[in-house]
């Protein structure tokens, strides 16, 4: 039972990880035509994304190679559902 508890907290780490990542790129790429500097918008919200998603990349990597690959499948999962999300808003 102890061993799935990695894989599930790094799966659900991923999605969140994921959601918060893909969900602010969406709000970003929103707001850059209205910005006075995009360049500083896309740059801050770049590294805005980023940083706290690499650190706990980082964090779990070094801690539990399974959970690691967990984070992974989940943030790319939050991607795929977000994205689908988007594209039924659209069409």
């Not at 896309?42 to 706990?56: D, I, K």
Request: hydrophobic share 55%; no cysteine.
């Amino acid at each position: 039972m102890m061993v799935g508890l990695p894989l599930i907290g790094g799966l659900l780490g991923g999605i969140i990880a994921g959601l918060y990542y893909f969900y602010g790129l969406l709000l970003t790429v929103r707001r850059v035509p209205l910005s006075p500097q995009p360049k500083r918008l896309l740059f801050m919200s770049y590294l805005g994304r980023l940083v706290p998603v690499v650190l706990v990349m980082m964090f779990l990597a070094r801690r539990d190679p399974g959970g690691f690959v967990a984070f992974i499948l989940g943030f790319f999962l939050a991607r795929m559902v977000l994205t689908r999300k988007i594209a039924r808003q659209r069409g």
